[in-house]
């Protein structure tokens, strides 16, 4: 049995906040309430509150109908021309890819567009079972095309373009960046991948370890994959632009910071992946936090752990972007 594997423990500073919520059923009925949590957490007014950013939003072009992207300018000098062109972040959200909307987990990657004094734009893509792959995919991707396009009237530098995302939308930004080299898309200067939901097939040892326990356990990321992919999961006929862990050329792809906790079911395919990237050529930096579950950071973020992950990627993103000498808030 999965409870009988042995496993690492949880950092203690992060159990209570753990001991609070309550299991997660491995069942699609539980999506209506998990998009339901997510949208009320995650408003405009509480992404963007106390945070130096004018918010746009903008219709894009997508695949089947138009892609709602969130674009967040510097309060100073947000028009272009009124400033050297800026760095850019373009941030995919977590959820799973059933569940989360732009505005999901969005207050970090724009503490690190504020340390640059860069732009941060988010997409509201399709989600599952609704609008299974490559819906998510393609909806993240003409987001990223239409930002190569407007890359002059958004002021952003074409070579400090970076992708981030966390859980599935790790996942997402993962795979844009083999989509922008396959497609000969936007120039990337790097991919920031926060325990990324890499691999459809959920065998790993860390899932394994944490079947039914955990913020997001396998049992619940099993069913994600089934309502992505359908059939198709586990298969090995699933895309590589699905689940990046599949993918057997790396080569050519912006250098990348893979983040994870020890704890928790992601843990092997984000090393896993990062090891991939290095055998390809890819500068990668790998982190792996003792003691940290899902999303341990965003969750706990005074806990010592969180702390230094969230201070490691700060880092890793100012000399990614380009530093300024604007203090973030988170």
């Known amino acids: ?53 004018t918010h746009e939003e903008r219709s894009v072009p997508g695949p089947n109908g138009p892609v709602t992207l969130s674009i967040f300018y510097p309060k100073e000098g947000s028009a272009a021309g009124k400033a050297p062109p800026r760095p850019a972040i373009y941030n995919l959200h977590m959820g799973g890819m059933i569940c989360g909307t732009r505005f999901s987990g969005l207050r970090e990657p724009l503490s690190w567009a504020q340390a640059v004094g860069g732009l941060c734009i988010s997409a509201e893509y399709r989600q599952a079972p609704e ?39 790790g996942s997402l930004a993962a ?41 997001w ?16 999961a586990g298969h090995e006929r699933v895309s590589p632009y699905a689940a990046v862990i599949r993918a057997t050329d790396l080569s050519n792809l912006p250098p990348a910071y893979v983040t994870v906790g020890a704890a928790e079911i992601f843990r092997d395919e984000n090393m896993a992946y990062a090891h991939k990237l290095c055998a390809a050529g890819v500068p990668t930096e790998l ?38 000498k604007l203090t973030p808030k988170l």
């Not at 095309?145 to 859980?167: C, F, T, Y």
């Not at 396998?218 to 198709?232: F, R, S, T």
């Open 1 to 53: 049995m999965a409870q009988n594997i042995p496993k690492p423990p949880y950092d203690p500073e992060l159990i209570p906040l753990l001991k609070s919520f309550p299991p997660l059923v491995a069942s699609r009925d539980i999506i209506p309430a998990l998009r339901k949590a997510q949208a009320d957490a995650a408003t405009l007014e509480a992404t963007i509150a106390g945070l130096p950013f």
């Open 131 to 169: 609008h299974p792959f490559p819906a998510a995919l393609e909806d993240s991707y003409a987001g990223l095309a239409w930002i190569g396009s407007h890359l002059q009237e958004l002021n952003i530098d074409p070579d400090r373009l970076m992708v981030s995302g966390q859980s599935a939308g």
């Open 175 to 215: 795979a844009m960046a083999l989509l922008a080299r396959d497609r000969r898309g936007p120039k990337l200067c790097a991919q920031l991948l926060d325990s990324g939901m890499f691999d459809d097939r959920t065998e790993s040892v860390s899932c394994q370890q944490y079947m039914d326990e955990g913020l």
């Open 217 to 232: 356990t396998c049992a619940v990321n099993k069913m994600a994959w089934d309502a992505i992919l359908g059939p198709n």
């Open 287 to 324: 982190h792996v936090w003792p003691g940290g579950y899902h999303c341990f950071d965003m969750m706990v973020p005074d806990a010592a752990v969180s702390k230094a992950s969230l201070a490691a990627k700060l880092s890793w993103a100012k000399k990614a972007l380009g530093s300024s």
